[in-house]
């Protein structure tokens, strides 16, 4: 028989494409994943990674073993809930994925709230994107993540995937405080036309939403520094270098030189959970919700 941990290691290779991402999923280091494939090669006496450059990639048979242990999975996990249902209470493991302001402004009061609540419970956060969090969702990956969309580019979402709605997360223009437009109590859309912009990557949801913004408003956006995180795009706002639309979640006091002018009409975030709906009475599910909604209202 084999090995479920094995075969669960496997299954985070074939979703994330890397012994990497699959032991940054599992909690793991990427020597545990790659010994866990190694026995699971020895116990099958089949070949499921070969090397390609720096990486790997899954052979035609560990594509087919991963298929199988995907359904497995789904099974096992519908026995835990199961059993946790007859416990009547939060155990076993949580993996709670999160988008980055998310994991910063809303869930270490949650997680804190979940730990002195819920002590048999170990809950693990994995910091994701929300389109790669919505997909460890439905690929069974991760438990519950928190997301956010716009309402001009709204988050894709499978079928069998349920959502708690929490609310909007306004965002503000940021410029530097010598900025002509720093003298305006609001700022229509229209006046950001002609600025230079710091942003987040293209095919990050928050990017996708200043190009389309713009280009709505009649102009193609000049996004002349692209970077992963909010605070470097403050910091290259403060240096008088461009412009940024930042939301207010996690976002910690602006430095000196620095203010913040609200858009009209105004930009916001919807921010939600997503969870499988097969999974909605387990406790440690229902737990989750509520610590991560009173959390959500407590600081809005």
């Not at 305006?184 to 912009?197: D, K």
Request: with cysteine; hydrophobic share 45%; glycine share 8%.
């Amino acid at each position: 028989m084999m090995d479920l941990g094995r075969l669960r290691a496997l299954h985070a290779v074939a979703v994330h494409g890397s012994v990497g991402g699959a032991a940054a999923a599992l909690g793991f280091t990427p020597s545990a994943v790659s010994q866990q494939i190694a026995k699971l090669e020895r116990e099958t006496r089949t070949v499921l990674l070969e090397k390609q450059g720096r990486g790997v990639v899954l052979t035609d048979a560990a594509r087919t073993l991963a298929d199988t242990a995907r359904e497995v999975l789904a099974l096992v996990e519908q026995a835990e809930v199961t059993l946790e249902r007859q416990r009547g209470r939060a155990v076993g493991r949580l993996l709670v994925a999160a988008f980055p302001t998310g994991a910063r402004g809303v869930l270490p009061g949650a997680l804190a709230a979940l730990r002195q609540d819920c002590p048999d419970l170990d809950v693990r956060l994995l910091e994701s994107d929300p389109y790669q969090a919505a997909e460890l969702v439905a690929r069974g990956e991760v438990d519950l993540a928190l997301v956010q969309d716009w309402p001009t580019v709204p988050l894709p979402v499978q079928d069998g995937l349920s959502r708690l709605d929490l609310g909007n997360d306004p965002v503000d223009l940021l410029l530097p405080a010598e900025h002509p437009l720093a003298a305006l109590a609001v700022v229509p859309v229209q006046r950001l036309l002609g600025q230079r912009w710091t942003s987040v990557p293209p095919g990050n949801i928050c990017h996708d939403w200043l190009v389309r913004t713009l280009r709505e408003a009649g102009e193609e956006p000049d996004v002349v520094y692209q970077v992963g995180e909010f605070e470097t795009q403050i910091a290259l706002v403060r240096a008088g270098l461009g412009l940024g639309l930042v939301p207010r979640l996690g976002r910690g006091p602006l430095p000196p030189g620095v203010v913040a002018r609200p858009v009209v009409p105004e930009p916001a975030r919807r921010v939600f959970v997503l969870w499988r709906t097969r999974t909605s009475r387990r406790p440690a599910v229902a737990a989750a919700l509520a610590a991560v909604r009173a959390q959500w209202d407590a600081t809005h």
